[in-house]
Every structure is written in structure tokens, then in C-alpha cells.
């Protein structure tokens, strides 16, 4: 399941010879990024609480962020071969006030749903809770169209299919299988 998964995101990207650069590996890196942080959500389950989890995310991405805007936020890495890397590397500046309150919308809502998939993961099996995650894509598509004006090619259709397909086999399986609990699961401490 997890290679078909793999074969999805590698349809949608559209490696080829000449493509295979840094830029094409970003999805990648994303995802492997998302998936270790949904294992370290899963192995803190035991003793932490959903809102120290979401906190402890919030602060990573806070560093995370502080750290990459003081490296490379000036723009001096800013590129015209690539328009992805183009956008990445650009030079940062203070936001308007519009922008300050659209960014800080996004913050609130990316802390709710940080709390949100923490309190999942945490009383649920990762499996049991994974698909619940793929409502993000025809949200995600529906941004792209309205926002940039993206239409979603054959090969991302496809290989949504496969990702979605994939992951909805692995519920079915661990399902079927009755995996055992994790060590921890559904033990709560009294604080």
C-alpha cells in the first residue's frame, strides 16, 4: 500500500531526467516531514496531552521558520531559473495590515487543526485516522482552481487516486487484521 502511495506522488510530480532536481524531491521531503510528525504525535500520545502536542508543533514551526528567515529571508538566493525556487527564496518583508490578518486567520486556523489531528491521532490508530486527511484534497483542489487557476492534469488525478486508493487499502487491511493497541493507547494521566 505505502508503494502505491509512493507511485502516486511520483505520477503526480512527473519525474523525468531532465526534471529531477531539488525542486521535484520538495513533495517528498514534505511528506516524509508530515509523516514523522504524525509518529512522534502518535508515540507522545501516551503521556502528553493534544494541547501540549499542538504547542510543541506550533513552536517547531515557529523555529523552523525564525531559523529560515534569518538564512535566506533576505532574498540573496532568490533564482529566475526556477519559478518555485523563485518563490521559496525570495526576499521577506513585513507584511500590510491586510496581510497581517489574513496570515494570522491562517495561524488560528492551523493551530485548531494542529489541536485537532493531535486529538486524533492520539485516542485513534494512525490508519484508523490517515483517510480522514484526504477531505484535504478536493478542498485543495478547489483552492488551487479559485485561487490560481489551476486545473488538476490527468496525471494528478491519477495519482490522488493512487495515494487516496492506497491509503483507504491500509485501513482495510489493519482493519481486518485487528492489529493490536499500541503500548499506551488510551492511557490517560491525570495532570
Known amino acids: ?22 525542486v521535484a524531491l520538495l513533495p517528498v521531503a514534505a511528506a516524509f516531514c ?14 502528553d ?9 506550533q513552536i517547531s ?6 531559523t529560515l528567515g534569518l538564512t535566506i529571508g533576505d532574498g540573496r538566493y532568490a533564482t529566475e531559473d526556477n519559478p518555485t525556487l523563485d518563490f521559496l527564496l525570495r526576499a521577506w518583508h513585513w507584511p ?34 490517515a483517510p480522514f486527511e484526504y477531505l484535504a484534497l478536493p478542498w485543495g483542489i478547489l483552492a488551487g ?17 493512487l495515494i487516496v486508493g492506497s491509503g483507504l487499502y491500509i485501513l482495510y487491511r489493519e482493519t481486518r487484521r485487528g492489529r493490536k493497541r499500541p503500548r499506551g493507547y488510551g492511557v490517560r494521566t491525570v495532570r
Request: aromatic residues 10%; charged residues 5%.
Open 1 to 22: 500500500g505505502v508503494l502505491v502511495g509512493l507511485t502516486g506522488m511520483l505520477i503526480m510530480v512527473g519525474p523525468t531526467g531532465g526534471s529531477l532536481n531539488m
Open 61 to 66: 514551526f515557529l523555529c523552523v521558520t525564525c
Open 49 to 57: 496531552r493534544a494541547t501540549a502536542m499542538a504547542f510543541y508543533i
Open 145 to 161: 482552481y479559485l485561487i490560481w487557476d489551476e486545473v488538476p492534469t490527468i496525471n494528478t488525478i491519477f495519482g490522488i487516486v
Open 96 to 129: 500590510n495590515l491586510e496581510d497581517f490578518l489574513i496570515m494570522s486567520l491562517s495561524g488560528v486556523c492551523v493551530g485548531v487543526g494542529g489541536y485537532l489531528i493531535s486529538q486524533g491521532y492520539r485516542l485513534a490508530q494512525a490508519s484508523m485516522v
Open 34 to 47: 508530515y509523516a514523522l510528525m504524525q509518529m512522534l504525535t502518535r508515540l507522545m500520545a501516551a503521556t
